[in-house]
Antibody, heavy 118, light 111 residues
Framework: QVQLVQSGAEVKKPGASVNISCKASGYTFTTYGITWVRRAPGQGLEWMGWISAYNGNTHYAEKLQDRVTMTTDASTRTGYLEVRSLRSDDTAMYYC???????????WGQGTLVTVSS | NFMLTQPHSVSDSPGKTVTISCTRYSGSIASNFVQWYQQRPGSAPTTVIYENNQRPSGVPDRFSGSIDISSNSASLTISGLKTEDEADYYCQSYDNYNRWVFGGGTRLTLL
């Protein structure tokens, strides 16, 4: 079955960078794109962007595009999210999700908690 | 860009029917498809409705979606409420540049 397994929790200082991985299994990796979504404590879901695992094309949220990079590595079937210049309001649970055949998002990772604190 | 506004919370008893609204401010609700996501405490979100009124495989038919052009809103209706439906629900649509917009979320509480 389709599985997305994300890397473990991270604690970072303001100004640092974080790299989160999302390892896929159970499907042909390059057929589907990956979306990244986050949820800050007490807040709602926020779309961060999307990457095609086929050709690496990306589409970022306007407010994050200067600090975020999404990549994929087909050889390891893994998607990556880098967030730079971390601030306290980047503290959130970060999720990867795979495109569906019909619905926009069919399968989700378990989430990675990123805490930004001095 | 536009906003999607949801009520902060709704509540009702098991077996009842609840409807969660999602009102679009700026632009027509019919311009872009609306999706609905359920997020139970401690879990990742899942899709319960896509393309306004379609249910993914495995989602019970107690869940239904619709849009209303006159009120410029989308609605998620859950009938025969069960304790497992207690969760946060989010509507989502797209802007003209295919960027995603989420509503603020609605907490459904079973009484």
């Amino acid at each position: 079955q389709v599985q997305l397994v994300q890397s473990g929790a991270e604690v970072k200082k303001p100004g640092a960078s974080v790299n989160i991985s999302c390892k896929a299994s159970g499907y042909t990796f390059t057929t589907y794109g990956i979306t990244w979504v986050r949820r800050a404590p007490g807040q709602g879901l926020e779309w961060m962007g999307w990457i095609s695992a086929y050709n690496g094309n990306t589409h970022y949220a306007e407010k994050l595009q200067d600090r975020v990079t999404m990549t994929t590595d087909a050889s390891t079937r893994t998607g990556y999210l880098e967030v730079r210049s971390l601030r306290s309001d980047d503290t959130a649970m970060y999720y990867c999700a795979r495109d569906g055949d019909l619905e926009p998002l069919a399968s989700w990772g378990q989430g990675t908690l990123v805490t930004v604190s001095s | 860009n536009f906003m999607l506004t949801q009520p902060h919370s709704v509540s009702d008893s098991p077996g009842k029917t609840v409807t969660i609204s999602c009102t679009r401010y700026s632009g027509s609700i019919a311009s872009n498809f609306v999706q609905w996501y359920q997020q139970r405490p401690g879990s990742a979100p899942t899709t319960v409705i896509y393309e306004n009124n379609q249910r993914p495989s495995g989602v019970p038919d107690r869940f239904s979606g619709s849009i209303d052009i006159s009120s410029n809103s989308a609605s998620l209706t859950i009938s025969g409420l069960k304790t497992e439906d207690e969760a946060d629900y989010y509507c989502q649509s797209y802007d003209n540049y295919n960027r995603w917009v989420f509503g603020g979320g609605t907490r459904l509480t079973l009484l």
